[in-house]
């Protein structure tokens, strides 16, 4: 099978990649620039598995590109991950959130509709559309009443409920998922957990000092290995019986941020290490409580988690410290 992956040097794509090359796949990557960014993503993907990829150049925010690569590639899925995901920068810069996460996502339905209408489109969602409505600590289901809390949350609800929209009049292919947190290799250092990860890890490396910024560590979330995430996606994409639907993805056990936090400090080997709370790291609307119900998924296609939280954080860890080794950049 062809399969085209949106965002493919961003967090998730890498893996994915490496999981439908090992299923025996073809894989396209979707970048934007011809500079040579592809390379980037080597600190996951093995030298063996890049030179499979073929990469494809083109802004999702530009239709005229977009659709000249479906008219000149037919793909049996896409999976749509490229997006502006972090929710910081949305409070930031809303109207760039909105064109990439909105009109990228529109433009990418379109071609397809127009193009290749047999293709299967995963449209990468989030548990951030849910907002606050799992802070009375019950498992969240696909069921539950969309109200974002943040304008990134906002940006994903909105091509959610187009590509629902799309389904029911059968202009496309396809299903959603809603993904919830999830952490690894390659975690941007900009998000938390990754950014624990990060600081330990120059501290391991240098002579930083042993102080570690932190934000709010009395929010409450369950984390995922983003590698048993993107293998839902996979068995989600392979699955007929998905088309149309919604799909949360999520781990078992919600903890604190700090038990993350602390878990990692522990990981570390680090003694002496003091949290200071960072304000900056602090979002302006929190959600403080978020658990999802993940059976639909479960249910259809027998997925489960391959990777505890302990061996989650080691990996992220290690990838930061292999990161800023002499010769590398952090």
Not at 33 to 41: F, K, W, Y
Not at 87 to 108: K, Q, V
Not at 288 to 313: A, F, N, R
């Amino acid at each position: 099978m062809k399969y085209l992956i949106t965002g493919i040097t961003g967090f998730a794509g890498p893996h994915l990649a490496n999981l439908l090359i090992a299923e025996g796949h073809e894989v396209f990557g979707l970048i934007r620039h011809t500079n040579g960014r592809q390379t980037d993503i080597l600190d996951v993907v093995p030298a063996g598995h890049f030179e499979k990829i073929t990469f494809l150049y083109g802004d999702l925010v530009n239709f005229r590109v977009i659709n000249g690569i479906f008219r000149q590639h037919k793909f049996d899925g896409v999976f749509h991950l490229a997006a502006q995901s972090h929710p910081p920068t949305s409070f930031t810069d809303p109207l760039g959130t909105f064109e990439a996460n909105i009109m990228g996502s529109a433009n990418l339905i379109q071609a397809i509709s127009d193009n290749q209408p047999e293709c299967k489109l995963m449209f990468c969602s989030t548990s951030e559309v849910y907002g606050n409505v799992g802070e009375d600590g019950r498992k969240i289901r696909t069921t539950d009443v969309i109200l974002p809390a943040n304008p990134y949350g906002v940006s994903k609800a909105a091509t959610d409920l187009y590509m629902q929209e799309r389904f029911a009049s059968k202009k496309i292919r396809g299903f959603i998922t809603r993904a919830f947190s999830h952490t690894g290799p390659r975690r941007g250092r900009t998000f938390s957990i990754s950014s624990d990860a990060y600081q330990l890890a120059k501290m391991k490396t240098s002579n930083a000092e042993r102080k570690l910024l932190v934000g709010n560590l009395k929010t409450v979330r369950v984390v995922l290995d983003v590698r048993d995430t993107v293998k839902a996606y996979y068995l989600l994409m392979i699955n007929e019986r998905s088309d149309g639907k919604v799909f949360n993805i999520c781990g078992d056990v919600p903890h604190e941020m700090g038990f993350y936090t602390d878990t990692l400090i522990k990981l570390s080997g680090l003694d002496g290490v003091q949290k200071e709370v960072y304000p900056a790291f602090y979002r302006p609307i929190d959600i403080h409580y978020q658990h999802g119900d993940c059976s639909e998924v479960v249910e259809l296609t027998g997925w489960k988690p391959d990777y505890d939280i302990s061996t989650t954080l080691g990996d992220l860890l290690d990838y930061w410290v292999q990161k800023m080794r002499p010769g590398k950049t952090g």
